[in-house]
């Protein structure tokens, strides 16, 4: 029942607020703004799990704690590709269950899986060739284009 500009506006306006803090707090502050506990970890786990359900957009929640926990870029992008694998698997049970997919989103995603592979095997490749600085830029230039891409189709949606 709630607006639908308000639902796709909100993960926008945090993943760019985000980005911003995040942005000042690595080249202003240094260190960690926060402290990595289990606890905190499902908390994470449990906002990216409805982030996914509202928006499908389930990376930004553990990119920022981990960014603001100081995690080194190695173990974010490891952490990241375990945590994507298994909620997407979780979220693809779950539709397939309760919502069922279709052939055509089927036939859609076998298409892409090339891609996929493709560009799994190029992000390997740049990513061990990264250093700390220049990974940490790459993620929070991810994660500010994706909260101003959700923001520019949130506007355009409700104009149009």
């Known amino acids: 029942h709630a607006d639908p500009t308000i639902v796709r506006t909100a993960p ?3 993943a760019t607020g985000f980005t911003i803090l995040l942005a000042w707090h690595r080249y202003r502050r240094r260190g960690r703004a926060i402290a990595l506990r289990p606890g905190s ?3 994470v786990g449990l906002v990216a799990g409805v982030a996914t359900g509202l928006v499908g957009m ?3 929640p553990p990119l920022i704690y ?3 926990g ?4 190695t173990m974010l992008r ?3 590709i375990g945590f994507f694998a298994v909620i997407y698997a979780v979220t693809l049970a779950a539709d397939i269950v309760f919502v069922g997919v279709d052939r055509v989103t089927w036939l859609t995603a ?3 899986l090339p891609l996929v592979w493709i560009g799994g095997r190029i992000g390997l490749r740049v990513g061990d060739r990264l250093g700390e600085a220049a990974a940490a830029a790459l993620a929070l230039a991810v994660l500010g284009a ?3 891409y959700t923001l520019a189709a949130t506007a355009h949606a409700a104009l149009w």
């Open 66 to 68: 981990l960014m603001l």
């Open 78 to 80: 490891a952490t990241l």
């Open 110 to 112: 076998l298409s892409l």
């Open 70 to 73: 100081g995690a080194p870029m």
């Open 41 to 43: 970890d499902l908390a």
């Open 12 to 14: 926008g306006t945090i």
């Open 146 to 148: 994706a909260g101003l």
């Open 58 to 60: 389930a990376g930004p």
